[in-house]
């Protein structure tokens, strides 16, 4: 089995290499500075815009315990207290007439005025319809009337074939 010789660079082959190999790693560094500025350029703006959510939520909060305050005093102010009614005032009592009679005195019977006497009605009795028959029922029936009958008519019908054996 050949083996290929190795290749060799020559002095000034090694020379621009070295040279190019200094660019590279100079723009390998500046390309990562960039990177680590973007990174921490982000996070800067995340946290500012948390911070503004926060702001936000927070005037929000205060805004809503307000407001909240406010209706409170409102009722507060709408409910007062009602002033108690006063009683109503005693009739005075009718001065008694003494009337001179040679008759006994008889005394006074507090008699209630009559009641209202209310009288019951007897129940209605349930008096049970005839069905129409057929011709009354065609003579005043629209569709609805119709359908509903014959629907009405068919469970019977098998109601009657499954359980009337």
Avoid: C
Wanted: glycine share 0%; proline share 9%; aromatic share 6%.
């Amino acid at each position: 089995m050949d083996t290929k010789p190795k290749r060799v660079l020559t002095e000034e082959q090694l020379k621009k290499l070295a040279v190019a190999r200094a660019k590279a790693n100079e723009v390998r560094a500046k390309n990562n500075e960039i990177k680590k500025f973007e990174r921490e350029n982000k996070k800067y703006e995340k946290q500012k815009e948390k911070i503004k959510k926060e702001e936000k939520r927070e005037e929000a909060y205060n805004t809503v315990i307000e407001l909240k305050k406010e209706r409170e005093e409102e009722k507060q102010q709408k409910v007062k207290p009602k002033p108690k009614p006063r009683p109503r005032p005693e009739p005075e009592p009718e001065p008694e007439k003494i009337e001179e009679s040679s008759e006994e005195e008889e005394e006074e019977i507090y008699e209630p005025p009559p009641r209202k006497v209310i009288t019951k009605q007897p129940p209605k009795t349930f008096e049970r319809r005839q069905r129409p028959t057929d011709e009354e029922l065609y003579s005043k029936a629209n569709i609805e009337m119709l359908r509903a009958r014959l629907y009405q008519q068919t469970r019977q019908r098998l109601n009657n074939d499954l359980f009337g054996y």
